[in-house]
């Protein structure tokens, strides 16, 4: 007999990668935010302090990162790779962050998209967690060898901008209409005051939720990109299709 589903309590962990402060907020903040509600824990992981931005300094940005994920309901840990604006795909980068997927021991993963036309490390990040995914479950690495291998079950994009979203993969659209996960997203967001005061990067990704979500014939919609193929046990499993027009 197969086993039922787990329960709230019983999920597996999501880990978030951001390569500055606000990228997993203003990429799939609601998604956390909607996680979060469900029962599953979710661990943000910050690649950078936002050392090169043009606005904010670092220790500004830290503290509203903190504020941010405190509002989501996330767990949050500040790691150092290259640099804001530096990053580097290479080995070492990539078993930093598969230490911390064999740490927290995750079912998912959310990483920026690979898309290049975007900021140098977003696409960066997201090639190195998907490189560090594997490495995570390779049992003869000399540098993890104190903490057992581990594979996740899924890897997913999130598309900071417009530009950076993957025209050769179907996204998932998911459901974040329920007024709660809006609102803590919102405020997740507007906690990044040193940023939504030079841009109104709020209204940007509150119009992209919306667009899809009339796609979808809903309120508010995130995508997604999947890594690999989802694989369902039934058909069942799909709400429904997106087309609404």
Same mark, same amino acid.
């Given at each position: 007999?197969?086993?039922?589903?787990?329960?709230?309590?019983?999920?597996?962990? /999501?880990?978030?990668?951001?390569?500055?402060?606000?990228?997993?907020?203003f990429g799939c903040g609601a998604v956390v935010a909607k996680e979060v509600r469900n029962?599953?824990?979710?661990?943000?992981?910050?690649?950078? $302090?936002?050392?090169?931005?043009?606005?904010?300094?670092?220790?500004?940005?830290?503290?509203?990162?903190?504020?941010?994920?405190?509002?989501?309901?996330?767990?949050?840990?500040?790691?150092?790779?290259?640099?804001?604006?530096?990053?580097?795909?290479?080995?070492?980068?990539?078993?930093? /962050? #598969?230490?911390?997927?064999?740490?927290?021991?995750?079912?998912?993963?959310? #990483?920026?998209?690979?898309?290049?036309?975007?900021?140098?490390?977003?696409?960066?990040?997201?090639?190195?967690?998907?490189?560090?995914?594997? /490495?995570?479950?390779?049992?003869? /690495?000399?540098?993890?060898?104190?903490?057992?291998?581990?594979?996740?079950?899924?890897?997913?994009?999130? #598309?900071?901008?417009?530009?950076?979203?993957?025209?050769?993969?179907?996204?998932?659209?998911?459901?974040?209409?329920?007024?709660?996960?809006?609102?803590?997203? $919102?405020?997740?967001?507007?906690?990044?005051?040193?940023?939504?005061?030079?841009?109104?990067?709020?209204?940007?990704?509150?119009?992209?939720?919306?667009?899809?979500?009339?796609?979808?014939?809903?309120?508010y919609a995130m995508a997604l990109y999947p890594n690999d193929p989802p694989v369902l046990e039934s058909l069942s499993q799909i709400a429904r299709g997106a087309r609404r027009?």
């Amino acid at each position: 007999m197969k086993p039922g589903p787990k329960s709230k309590t019983e999920l597996e962990p /999501l880990v978030a990668f951001g390569a500055h402060p606000d990228d997993i907020e203003f990429g799939c903040g609601a998604v956390v935010a909607k996680e979060v509600r469900n029962g599953r824990p979710v661990h943000m992981v910050i690649c950078s $302090k936002g050392e090169s931005a043009t606005h904010g300094t670092p220790e500004q940005r830290v503290a509203e990162a903190r504020l941010a994920g405190e509002i989501l309901g996330a767990e949050i840990q500040f790691i150092e790779l290259d640099g804001d604006g530096h990053f580097t795909v290479r080995p070492e980068n990539a078993i930093a /962050l #598969a230490a911390i997927i064999r740490r927290v021991r995750p079912g998912i993963l959310l #990483a920026p998209s690979c898309v290049e036309n975007q900021h140098p490390d977003h696409w960066r990040l997201g090639q190195l967690v998907r490189d560090a995914a594997r /490495l995570a479950r390779y049992g003869g /690495l000399a540098e993890l060898r104190d903490l057992a291998p581990h594979a996740i079950r899924q890897l997913h994009f999130y #598309a900071v901008t417009p530009e950076a979203e993957p025209r050769d993969v179907t996204p998932l659209l998911i459901d974040v209409s329920d007024p709660a996960v809006v609102a803590a997203w $919102k405020a997740a967001m507007e906690a990044h005051g040193s940023q939504t005061s030079a841009r109104n990067y709020v209204e940007l990704q509150m119009t992209r939720a919306r667009l899809l979500g009339v796609r979808a014939g809903i309120e508010y919609a995130m995508a997604l990109y999947p890594n690999d193929p989802p694989v369902l046990e039934s058909l069942s499993q799909i709400a429904r299709g997106a087309r609404r027009f």
